[in-house]
Antibody, heavy 122, light 111 residues
Framework: EVQLVQSGAEVKKPGESLKISCKAS????????IVWVRQMPGKGLEYMGV????????RYSPSFQGQVTISADKSIRTAYLQWSSLKASDTAMYYC???????????????WGQGTLVTVSS | QSALTQPRSVSGSPGQSVTISCTGS?????????VSWYQQHPGKAPKLTIF???KRPSGVPDRFSGSKSGNTASLSISGLQTEDEADYYC???????????FGGGTKLSVL
């Protein structure tokens, strides 16, 4: 069974750094893209970027380029989303998801983590 | 990359049918048969409901169906049930560098 388990909720102050995680199981971690999606309070889903653990290919949405860093540690099957200096406007739920349905590597975000709530407040 | 356009809300009575539209452009919906739909209940993660325009993942009832014409995709739900009340988001592949784009979401009320 494909599972993505995300790290717990975070409360941070503006200017602080943060790295949240997404641990994968139930499939070959290096063969599938991982996507990160933001959902601000009461708002819709926003694509942030994708990462391919097989070769570390990373692509960011223009809206998030330079604002966050996506990475992964293949040895522990974990993807990361990090900020170097948080802003209040980063307050949101963040989801990781695996692309591809079943054993098909190409495809939409199909298996989702439970989400990590990030709150940035002074 | 602009978000895909969805109606903010739709509603229907139990047993009825509803259709939710998703309008993109020739750079996304119009160019690829990679439109997917997600159901999201309050406080829950999105759930894949339709992929590749009209395919249903295992476990999704056949009351849910998808289609596409030109730059507009649609999700239809027949035989509405109270548990269908949720937010629905469309998503389209938008090419190698833009990758994926979501719609703004539609709130389905089952009255």
């Amino acid at each position: 069974e494909v599972q993505l388990v995300q790290s717990g909720a975070e409360v941070k102050k503006p200017g602080e750094s943060l790295k949240i995680s997404c641990k994968a199981s139930g499939y070959s971690f290096t063969n599938y893209w991982i996507v990160w999606v933001r959902q601000m309070p009461g708002k819709g889903l926003e694509y942030m970027g994708v990462f391919y653990p097989g070769d570390s290919d990373t692509r960011y949405s223009p809206s998030f380029q330079g604002q966050v860093t996506i990475s992964a540690d293949k040895s522990i099957r974990t993807a990361y989303l990090q900020w170097s200096s948080l802003k209040a406007s980063d307050t949101a739920m963040y989801y990781c998801a695996r692309l591809g349905v079943g054993e098909t590597a190409a495809g939409p975000p199909s298996y989702w983590g439970q989400g990590t709530l990030v709150t940035v407040s002074s | 990359q602009s978000a895909l356009t969805q109606p903010r809300s739709v509603s229907g009575s139990p047993g009825q049918s509803v259709t939710i539209s998703c309008t993109g452009s020739s750079s996304d919906v119009g160019s690829y048969n990679y439109v997917s739909w997600y159901q999201q209940h309050p406080g829950k993660a999105p759930k894949l409901t339709i992929f590749d325009v009209s395919k249903r993942p295992s476990g999704v009832p056949d009351r849910f169906s998808g289609s596409k014409s030109g730059n507009t995709a649609s999700l239809s739900i027949s035989g509405l049930q109270t548990e269908d009340e949720a937010d629905y988001y469309c998503c389209s592949y938008a090419g190698t560098y833009a990758s994926w784009v979501f719609g703004g979401g539609t709130k389905l009320s089952v009255l």
